[in-house]
């Protein structure tokens, strides 16, 4: 049996300082590992990377929709408040298992605690479960990206090997035929678009550098898992709309890209 169940989160400040946040845990076989990391992205800093494979600080869904993540080995303690209603969908699905995503928040207030300072601003939550080892999906690059102001969200995902369509949801509402790029996603119900400025790097690298501490295992991680690169940016966002003052914002996006075939 394969099981791993992954929590994103992120917050973006208004002067625009990043927070993101992971809380994985995986079921394989007899196998058991926790797996918490944290990333901090200020203007006029360098990035700040911290993890643990402590079992500890599982996200909870409360009774009033928010989410609290606490994870004391990293010194985190925050709370996602939605603005909208949750989004699910099963983005793969053969004969093996699944990959099911939950947007328990696609955009929502966050107040959070990281070690002695404190952090507000706009952001977002999802959970991915998959049912069948990650090699198995095959090797299509992924673009992902969320934009939240506190009166719209715009999600975009487009998955090379996802048995559905692009997805591009306003509000939680899906917008067929919608295109995507690095600069826009346009939606053509409206003719609305979002604008995505100068990107900012967050993060570029190997995915499996968080498990830097046993490196052996990102090299035997099978169909070239362990040389999947992501190139993450934060990005000034504008939701420009008919007969409406455009909305502005803070993007993350992202391309995760697998190695070619030559490569594996």
Known sequence: MFRLRKWYFDLVTEEGTVFIGYAAHLTWGLLRAWYRATLLCRPDRPP????????????RRLEDRSIRWDCTPLGVAGRWEPLAAPIRRRLFECPSGEADWDCVAPSARVVLRLGGGALEGWGYAECLT????????GSGDLRWGRFVHPETSVIWVEWEKSTSPPLVLVDGAEQPGSTMSIQEVLVPSGESRLELGPRRVLREGAVMEVLSPIPSLAQKLPGGLGLVTER?????GRWVRPDNEP???WAIHEVVEWPSRDLR
């Open 232 to 236: 993450k940016w934060l990005s000034p």
């Open 247 to 249: 909305a502005a914002g």
């Open 130 to 137: 998959l049912t069948t080892p990650p090699w198995k999906l």
């Open 48 to 59: 700040r990377e911290a993890f643990t494979l402590q079992r500890s600080g599982e996200p």
